[in-house]
């Protein structure tokens, strides 16, 4: 038995899933050319210019709100469902645009929201050893062990910086003390009471 054909996109839709793809591509990817202009003349040409901004302006809004709340299924299935019963606001057939392209470009616009939220560098990668000092300028730190610490920092998209450490055992614990308050206060703050 043949499974059942889909029926064909609404008229619409083609046109809305590109612009819902143009407005990503600006907004969260930093494409640049993806202009109004632009969009328009491929996507609305027949439009008049203040039709399309209103349109645009519209589906921008509804997609900065999904990006923002990071919406689940369910989630955007009720905020799509509100906006298709409000005064102004979108048509169940654009409803459907816009939950399948939340679906296909959820994981990247949230991974891009990410990295623009992030003012610095972060750690992309650590390595460490211990090594015993086989030479110094005083005879009583031969042989004693020394923790070497490379860690790897940068933001994605950019060549990265190494630091090297290098600690003595002293510094290891004192480091791992500040560490451990660290987790402590992170727990504290992250604890549900």
Not at 28 to 34: E, L, T
Not at 35 to 41: F, I
Not at 105 to 119: A, Y
Not at 168 to 189: F, N, P, R, Y
Request: aromatic residues 6%.
């Amino acid at each position: 038995m043949a499974a059942p054909e889909q029926p064909p996109p609404p008229e619409g839709s083609k046109p809305l899933s590109a612009l819902l793809s143009g407005i990503a591509q600006a907004a969260y990817y930093g494409n640049a050319d993806i202009t109004e202009e632009l969009l328009r003349g491929q996507l609305y040409p027949e439009a008049a210019p203040e039709e399309f901004r209103a349109l645009r302006a519209k589906m921008g809004g509804l997609l900065q709100s999904i990006a923002s709340a990071d919406m689940d299924l369910n989630q955007l299935e009720a905020f799509l469902t509100a906006q298709t019963k409000k005064q102004g606001g979108i048509t169940s057939d654009q409803a459907a645009v816009i939950a399948k392209f939340w679906k296909n470009h959820r994981i990247k616009i949230h991974e891009s929201l990410i990295n623009q939220s992030r003012w610095d560098n972060v750690l992309k990668n650590m390595n460490w050893r211990v090594d015993l000092k086989s030479q110094s300028r005083h005879i009583d730190q031969i042989n004693t062990p020394v923790a070497i610490v490379e860690m790897e920092l940068g933001k994605n998209g950019q060549e990265s910086e190494f630091l090297c450490l290098e600690f003595d055992e002293a510094k290891v614990s004192q480091m791992l003390k500040k560490l451990s308050e660290i987790e402590e206060s992170m727990t504290l703050l992250t604890q549900t009471t």
